[in-house]
């Protein structure tokens, strides 16, 4: 299995494009607003899911 990532430092490549995360401040702090926003828009989605007549 390690040697299936032995050439990848980080990150996946998801066709042309390679993802990898972000590290420091700003990942932590990415990662706290996508956290935030997440729980707000779940929140609001279940709230009118449970409304609906």
Do not use: E, Q
């Not at 390690?2 to 420091?24: E, M, Q, S, Y």
Request: proline share 4%; net charge positive.
């Amino acid at each position: 299995m390690v040697a299936a990532f032995a050439g990848r430092r980080h990150g996946v490549r998801i066709g042309k494009w390679d993802v990898r995360p972000l590290g420091g401040w700003m990942g932590c702090l990415a990662m706290i607003v996508a956290s935030i926003v997440l729980s707000v828009v779940l929140t609001v989605v279940i709230n009118l899911l449970l409304k609906a007549p």
